[in-house]
C-alpha cells in the first residue's frame, strides 16, 4: 500500500516563500502521478499541480508562476515550492499519487476522483 507522508507547512506572511515535501513509500508500479492539492472550509479540494515519471508537469492558472512542483525519484520525494504568497494561498495541502499513471497530467489534475492514495494534509497560513 502506498503511504503519502506531507511536511514544510507554516505560518508566513505574504509575499513569503514555502516549500512543501512529500515523501512515498509503498509503490508497486515506477510509472507514477504525483500531486499538489488545496482545500479550505469554504471551497472543495482543488488541484495546485501535478508531475507525471517522466517529469512532464501542469498547474492549475492560480498557481502558474508562483509554485513550482519537482521530484526526487530517488528519494521517492515529491515537492512545492511556493512563493509570492498571498493570504489566498492559506488551505490545508495534501499530496496525491495515480498508481500506476496512464493518463496525462493535465487530465488528471482537475479530477480529484482519479487519485488513487492521499496524504494526511499540512497546513499553510498566509497573515497579510
Known amino acids: 500500500r502506498v503511504q503519502l507522508l506531507e511536511s514544510g507547512g507554516g505560518s508566513v506572511q505574504s509575499g513569503g516563500s514555502l516549500r512543501l515535501s512529500c515523501a512515498a513509500s509503498g509503490y508497486t508500479y515506477s510509472r507514477n502521478c504525483m500531486g499538489w492539492f488545496r482545500q479550505t472550509p469554504e471551497k472543495e479540494r482543488e488541484g495546485v499541480a501535478a508531475?507525471?515519471?517522466?517529469?512532464?508537469?501542469t498547474y492549475a492558472d492560480a498557481s502558474k508562476g508562483r509554485f513550482t512542483i519537482s521530484q526526487d525519484n530517488a528519494k521517492n520525494t515529491l515537492y512545492l515550492q511556493k512563493n509570492s504568497l498571498i493570504p489566498e494561498d492559506t488551505a490545508m495541502y495534501y499530496c496525491?499519487?495515480?498508481?500506476?499513471?496512464?493518463?496525462?497530467?493535465?487530465?488528471?489534475?482537475?479530477?480529484?476522483?482519479?487519485?488513487?492514495?492521499w496524504g494526511q494534509g499540512t497546513q499553510v497560513t498566509i497573515s497579510s
Open positions: 496525491a499519487t495515480v498508481t500506476p499513471c496512464r493518463a496525462k497530467v493535465e487530465a488528471i489534475l482537475e479530477t480529484t476522483a482519479m487519485w488513487d492514495y
Open positions: 508531475i507525471d515519471s517522466t517529469g512532464r508537469t
